[in-house]
DNA sequence: ACCGGGGCTGAGGCGGCGCTGAGAACGCCG
DNA sequence: CGGCGTTCTCAGCGCCGCCTCAGCCCCGGT
């Protein structure tokens, strides 16, 4: 794994520490080398200071998921705002720790970020020309903003997230709406509202099985 | 998704807060019940209490995992000794957060969590230069997409899934079909409607026997 | 060459899926 | 309390996909 941090009694310690608990550890001591370093190797994880001379960590991991590096990110800061917390994890990183930290804890959620799928999915969600923000809950199709309400957002992204696959209306009941509930027309009638907002080949009918959002 | 909590307090304003960041949420007051519906239910994520009545936090976990479950777990507790936050996240959660918390921090790192592939895609099945995707209902010639109905569909997956062999009309009546059913010649009549979009060649009669289509 | 039967195809009816417009319930804000 | 935006229900309807039927074609056997 990386670790990427200016303190260099800091870097030592997790160094040692990582390497005993049986992980090879590379580092690097600003912003720049990281993200060099980030992009160049295949890392299995990476611990990223926020904090950092030469592009700080959240312009890191920005980069690297626009370069299209899916590595899981651990941040590591003294910041311990809520906004600095949110805006690390929604710029894409995949967990978020305060200095100062315990190193079991530090140890433990690294393990719980290398037992997910290997494959981390961008901030962002991309389909074709749409692009879906769930932090911002902000939608542009073909780079036109589009003004969406809650309810349209939530099952537009839950299409995205299902992006090449058909999606039958039960399955959309369960997951956009709450319980497998009453019997009704409401999924036709919001695929309805995301069509005339989206343009309508946006998303495409599968008579009898549901709906599709094709790449 | 999936609220776990014994406080009604606190659970009220989170399913309020939840609903309306977008998301659809079914509640639980004690271990037993969301281990429950976690089992029945196909959420896309689970906040869970660590303290509950009827089977703890880790308990709750522990069993999800053991029944194949993995549905991503953010486990939530007032302990925040080190050995607590580890366990936690050892038994299987993939996050933890002390209370009292902070709104904004918890929809951030529950988007982080969904940021998880839904789950791998098996295969699509391909013969000649024809290719099927069952999951998205789709089949191209040549690389060129077909549009077929749903009964094409059905009665074209299964005479590839049975390739390079002479499937006989009863079989595809009783398989594509329901029952061994009245007479008539659905059967070739379909294969007739698959010929026209996919071209003569790509099903070949065998008189008095069947049909098949070869690699 | 003739004839029988299995296979193909065009036309048509029917049932139901899915789309739409109108409007009722609800919460939020002024 | 009244307006506005959002959510959801309901009923109507157009059209698509499913299947039947009848007639023709073509293959194969004698």
New binding site residues.
Partial sequence: MLVVDDERGLVDALRRGLTAEGFAVDVAYDGAAGLGLATDRDYDAIVLDVMLPRRNGYDVVTDLRAAGVTTPVLLLSAKDGEHDVADGLDVGADDYLTKPFSFVVLVARIRALLRRPPQVRPAVLAVGDLVLDPAARTVARAGEPV????????LLEYLMRHADRVVG?VELRDH???GP?????????????L??KLG?EA?A???????RVAG
Avoid: F, H, P, Q
């Avoid at 003004?147 to 939530?154: D, H, I, K, P, Y």
């Fill in positions: 003004e969406l309400t809650g309810r349209e957002l939530a209306k956009v709406w709450d509930g009453e019997d009704g027309n409401v999924v036709e009638v919001y695929v309805g509202y069509r005339r309508r998303i009918t599968v008579r009898g099985a549901g709906y």
